[in-house]
């Protein structure tokens, strides 16, 4: 029925009443019934025959839509009730009286539903129950009628309606099974007009007690207690119910604020699937208007927290005291999930805006602990009505001002910020905050306020501009100046914005409150992370964002970093470490070489404050000749402080660094860098030393000093590296001068790298007039490849005699070359190939190892600057030569990396430089390389199979689209994807284009493929010219015919990935395929072409191929190419065809990645005509289901055998049932084609795997062939046994089949089986089985049990079968009935055709049924099992079910089972090993001590102790005794803990103890009623009766098996029961556990506890017994010593140790004290 409203639901606006796919004939049908349609909306009624006859023109959808409609018509009751007497017809087949007995058991009428119309009768459900009173009559025409099927479906829908009374629903809920209960009270939930039915279903306990939360308040109210504990549910209706009675109890608590908090805990424990808002703050409100308290967790001290109780209980408790807080529901806070509801209970309107209720501070502070970021408006309200008084009170640590101050903070600087608009609006508020709040307006204008409060209100600031930039550095260099500000650049402006309010309102109105180091810590903290995006390429944002740093740098920074150290030494501003750390912490922030390198005006003006800071840092003569300096305080008074120079020292030295630092980062400032340098020179080489009594300068003294170390030099040399050209050519005759110096000394080679970094190790070698071969020697040394003497060398080295030497030297050249530039390295490789040609093969390698591990970087340069390429192919290829052409070639495989290489480097390299020229010669190189090898390994003709081996692919998995493209779908990814993020889209799309445009041209896939195929016909047509075998050359190497051309073909695909549209070639190869497979098809054509089309599909991540035009097309044309020849490749095609067709246009955008969003843009031009999206969910399911029938009409249309797939049979069972008639029995030769082959044999088409939903939803007419068809398929001797069963099946549970006709089946089964007219078949037998079993799937079930459960059926049936009828008969049939047809089998003819085991089924359905019917049965059972004759089982039977129903509380079955037991156990006759074990196993589970444990613990004694061993001799009546505890021990206990059924067990087994006979089941059972007397848990209550010292007393004279176990079990049971009874006492609050632990208590209790005297008594008796007895008395001693032994057994097993000591001590002391002298002088 859910599945029936769905359908209505989904379709109640469709026009098409389902008719979709366009099939022939669909047009007729339409108008056939929109023809009925408009009749009833005109107010006519049709003729049942021509509504039958629309319906059943329409498949299932289009039914379901028509009869919804029908519900809004004029004359709907008369079409409804018409209809729905058409669906019955009288029936006049019942017979027997059999079948009488049955009939009166259903509903005795004789109405009869037609199984041509079940169809009909399952869409009148649907409407049925909105008829009103028709509807209520017609439910009750069908309760009358034979039909089951749809009741529970009727009932379900009538729950509903308003005019079926509570009476009549009442009694169909009684006629119900429980799931159809439990299904008529959850929809009463819903159905507020049966509130009064439900509060009499739990009324008379036929439902849960917790379902009063769906009657009226008035009901919950009056059972408010019982219902809380349960859980409140539907707290939307009834939760202020809830809450006045949690004000009634808070009221009874008075003024004790514990108490009232654990009431409030109390009632959350109940109130957690409470979420409503408003219910979540009526709890809150009753918080704040009765204060309860609760103490700390952190409280641990006993003593405190019983003080804080008592003061509770006074009524005295505050929450002033340190160790109790307010309580509040925090759990449910987090349930707050709308900010703007929450908003609303917090704070009233006012004029000024909204203010903070009375009280609610504690929830505010709580909310900004767990709300979602997003939730800003709290933070807002918070910030805004923080008074002053509150703000005072920040810094108390435990206020609430500072509580919710410290959470506002972390929503200051969300990371995310999705919305700079809010968080500017929060930090307005901050601000405004902070300035409602300045120190000054306090009163307390010291200098310590003014620090935290300035600390405090920029505290957001640092994390606010950092994220700022973090989100606008992405979009920096990415637009010109023509490109107008947007949404992500806006990031920029927000920085600047920040920064405009942090200078403007929280430092400038204030400076004079504020040092300057504390507003400069703030400002380049905020600044440094800001700087280095102005190193970026100029836009618009920058440009502005730029004005503003470069404002606050020149105008607030700079000056006050001067005045920092301003040295005024009357002053104490004097250079101190800490202004001097201070002062160069902030230059390493502000000045990073990276940020003064692009930023010409912050160089500058730092190089400004370098050179002041020098000239101030230096003290004058007079400073430096004392030691101490004036200072002069305040007061005006002048002390002396001593004075330390080593911070203007250091100051100095770090000024100085810093020129030199802007020298290096000024190289295109060569006016700045010459300022820089002539600053330095002037600080440093032009300042004068005295040196051996005369003064020089620091440059004259570098001229005169050999010391390679010494500082001065050391910091020149360091300096001059840095110099621009320029500057060093004025510097040459400083370094010259200074280099022939250490020549002269013999000490140049000291400073000759520097030297030769400067690049004037020539130079100097020509001042000094040195020898040649020393000259050579130096030259050597610092020259590269370059010079000619170098080279020179070099190459004569390679000319030696010893062959070793010479590689090493051609690798020394090759390196020493390669170190220098390409050009010398490609002179050098041209060498080493013309001189290495006679070299061994031993010794080759080397360079050959050489080349591998240097060509990238060969081809990489060579590319890059376009030189050389000639030379150094050219030398590859001699090399290779050279060494193929000799016989101790070794070249072969090293040179196939190295064209490998070559390859990957030529085709890698930086794919924004286009480079074509270039890296085609490399590429031509590389192949001729290739060539070269394969002709010598394999020959030529290896050479026609060659494909490119290159990785997958190089080239990004997408090319995004221009930024205009991006612009132009904005609205359709505003509108259609809800979580679209287009700005992250848009960034990403602005990336890729400033990537792609960072060049004039770039590499393109069809670049790199154009490269490889044209390299390859270079090299085949240049080396195959001459070859008399030309036919390789007339034809294209990616002629995808071959399976060489293929493989390359696949191998480019792989190469470009899905960038391969963009290559013509390949796509023009592709296009050819599919043209040639139309026009000219070939099988190898058509298999060569899915290959391909497989491959291109491969490349997508998910499934967007189709949505390329050019994939959809080919898969089309690959479909009908298929199924046109033959259906070759069908199942390859398939699959691809059935995806495209149901996915094509359906898009669901928002779930696919960034990179597949931006490739379906780039590439499928009608994405803004076709795409839907998941914001279309209805029109997509309606589309969806329309392209899955039409994508069969397709299929159907290509071939007719494609109604023998799977899916497609699905497709018309589930949307197109109307058209199975002309398919269902229809012979399947006519259907044969090229999805399905078979031969000419009679079979007709059957197996749509129709269920009975299925066949129930379909037209009559479909239904019945349907059923026939199935029925002659089972019939079918030919077919396997699971076919045929599972035919039958579909004939049995058809809809269509009446019961005559399943009875029918059913006798000609049995016939067919015992083989009446001929061969038995004997596979019908299970077939027979699964029929039986599946009847309740059937309608008119009555009939068809009627005839399994008479006489005749019953006795051939098998009992199984018979029983399992039963066992599903409960699941089907309300228990009532069940009931009725139990009587009907045991009594009259069935009854003898019972067998034992369905007597036994039949009895046990009676004991679980639970009503009075069946226990009268029950107990008719057993009054007449002596007249009956019934068999031992069936009473041993009874007997247990009895057992298994013994209640204390009176009920019909209860009542029953003690009549049964009790009856058992007064007849000794009837007292057999059976019933009386039976009868033992009711278990007391509150007894201290059960049977069960003694006897499971029983040794006959043997050998010691051990168990008894086959070849013991041990009496016949001991052997007995062992079998029956034994038998005891194996059954399962049935526990209980009613004190009034042990009284009831008692008295049973002092009645079975009475008439039993056997001795040893008597002392079981004696046993057994030990455990349900009162000494088991009371040993006060029968310490006058000593039953158990008594049993211990007696001395049977033998201790065998009997006589030992009730020592042993009697014994163990006293001690037990007195040992558990001590420890409760002991246990209680008379004693501490101080008292406990040292034994205090139990000394206490043995001399005066009952308990204790009691046991101690029994025990002296029994020492004083058996010491007064003699030894000659063997058995006496021995059952003495026996009954000690049970007495402290207890003790090994016992946890309370001590307690057994003190009671045995007791007991001796007891023995010595009042004994004999006899016993005295024993002891």
Known sequence: LQFLYFIVKRNCNMTDYGIRGDFSGDAEKAKLIHDVAAALEAGKQPSNDEIIAALEAVPFSGRATFINNLVKTPVRDAVVASLFECCFEVDDSVEGEADDDFMLVSCGGTKRLNTKRVYILKLLCMVIPRCGKLGVSLFNEYRLSTSTTFRSSLLAGMVKCKEYPDEELFESFNSTIDTGKATIIEICKDTPHRKDFIQMLVKKGLAPFATLYWCSSEVVSQNVEKLLHLGITNAKEHFHVFMAYLEKEFVNCGDNALAKSDVMKKFERHAMHVKETDHIMQMFDMCIKHCPLEIIATEHREDVKQHLLAVAKDGKLTDKYDSVQRYYPRDFIRRLVRPAEVLTQLSTVTPAGLVFKEGYWWLCIELLKVLPRSRYQLVTLCMDNLTSEDFKNVQKEKSAARKVYDLMLPYLTWGTMHSTRKSRD?????????????????????????????????????????????????????????????????YLGYYRALLERLTTKCIAPHEKHLSDKLCIDTLTEVLASGLSILTTDDSVAVDKLREVVDDVLLNSVFPKMRRTLNFNYASKNYITRETASDFWRWCGQLFTPNMIRRNSKLRAAALDLMERTYKESVLSEDYIARSFIESVSEEGRVSFVRLNDSEHKNTGSKAKEFMLTVVDTSRNDDALAEKAWNMWTSFVLDTKVRHGGQWFTERQRLSMTIDAHAPILRSYLNACRMLPKVLL????????????????????????????????????????????????????????????????????????????????????????????????????L????????????????????????????????????????????????????????????????????????????????????????????????????????????????????????????????????????????????????????????????????????????????????????????????????????????????????????????????????????????????????????????????????????KQIRDLYSSSLWYELPLMDEACSALMRASCSNGGLNLGQIKPFWMEAEAGRGILNFEKLTDVQKTFVIANCPNIRKKAKTEKDRDMLKDEADTRTVTTVRKLLGFDKSFIFDFDVRSVLVNKRDDLLGSYIGVPEKEFYGINHRGDANSKVLYNFSMTPVDLSSTTGTIACEYSEVSLKQGMMRSSNTSARSDAIMNYVKSPTTSHTEVIDLLKDLSARARGDNGEADLSLTHIIESVVLSIFGTDAVWFILAYLLSPSVIASSPHRTTASILTNLTTWAPTRKVVDICGLLLNGARRGSLSMFLHKQILRMLSEAGTAEASKLFLNEWQMRKERSDKPDIVKEIVKLSVSKLEYKSSSLSDVAWVVVRDIAKDPLSLNEDTVLLLLLPVWNKSFYCTDICLSGFFLPGNGEGVVKPTDTVPDRHRRFLELCKLYNAETGQGFVEPEMRDLMCDLMMTLEQNITDPSFRLLVTAKKYTFSKVSVDLLGELKSHLMEDSLRKNSGSMQSPERFVVKTFGKMYATITVETLEQVIKGSKYTDIQRSQGVAIEEECKVNPYALHAMAFLSEVYTQLLDTPLRQQATVAHLTQVLASLRSVLAVHSNKKLYDELVKSCEVYILTSSTTHLRSVM
């Open 830 to 1093: 041209k060498y080493v190939s013309e001189k290495i040609r006679n070299e061994a093969g031993l010794t080759r390698p080397q360079v050959y190892d050489w080349v591998t591990n240097n060509i990238e970087s060969m081809v990489t340069t060579s590319i890059h600057n376009e030189e050389c390429i000639d030379v150094l192919t050219h030398a590859l290829d001699k090399m290779l030569r050279d060494d193929i052409s000799k016989r101790d070639t070794v070249a072969k495989g090293t040179f196939q990396r190295i064209a490998k290489q070559i390859m990957d480097s030529a085709l890698s390299y930086n794919q924004m430089k286009r480079k074509l020229a270039q890296r085609r010669a490399w590429i031509v190189a590389a192949m001729n390389l290739l060539w070269l090898v394969t002709k010598t390994i394999r020959g030529e003709e290896e050479w026609k199979t060659y494909t490119w081996d290159i990785p997958r692919t190089y080239f990004r998995t997408h090319w995004l689209p221009k930024a205009d493209l991006v612009n132009v779908l904005k609205p359709f990814l505003s509108e259609e994807c809800r979580v679209c993020d287009y700005d992250t889209l848009r960034v990403s799309v602005y990336r890729e284009n400033l990537y792609q445009n960072s060049a004039d041209e770039y590499l393109t896939p069809a670049d790199a493929v154009d490269l490889l195929v044209s390299a390859l016909e270079e090299v085949r047509s240049e080396h195959y010219k001459l070859n008399k075998d030309n036919t390789w050359l007339q034809g294209s190497c990616l002629d995808t015919s071959t399976t060489e051309g293929f493989n390359r073909f696949t191998t480019l695909l792989k190469y470009t990935g899905p960038r391969w549209v963009e290559v013509p070639v390949l796509v023009t190869k592709f296009t050819e395929s599919i043209t040639l497979i139309e026009k000219s098809y070939t099988h190898s054509r058509l298999e060569t072409t899915i290959r391909m089309f």
């Open 426 to 490: 929060l930090l307005d508020s901050w601000i405004g905050l902070h300035l409602r709040n300045t120190p000054e307006k306090q009163g307390k204008a010291n200098e310590h306020l003014w620090v935290d409060w300035f600390r405090c209100i920029t505290q957001p600031f640092k994390q606010l501009m950092s994220n700022a930039l973090r989100l606008g550095t992405a979009a920096c260099g990415v637009w010109d100046k023509t490109v107008p500000l947007t949404g992500i650049t806006s």
């Open 729 to 828: 050519a004025k510097e040459k005759e400083t370094l010259l001068s200074m280099g022939k110096h250490f020549m002269s000394h013999g000490v140049f080679q000291t400073i000759s790298r520097d030297i030769n970094s400067l690049g004037l190790t020539l130079a100097v070698l020509d001042v000094c007039n040195l020898k040649e071969e020393v000259k050579l020697k130096w030259i050597l040394d610092s020259q590269d490849v370059s010079n000619a003497a170098v080279r020179k060398h070099l190459q004569e080295a390679t000319t030696g005699s010893d062959m070793h030497v010479r590689m090493q030297a051609h690798v020394q050249l090759l390196t020493r070359s390669k170190q220098t530039n390409l050009k010398e390295t490609a002179i050098s």
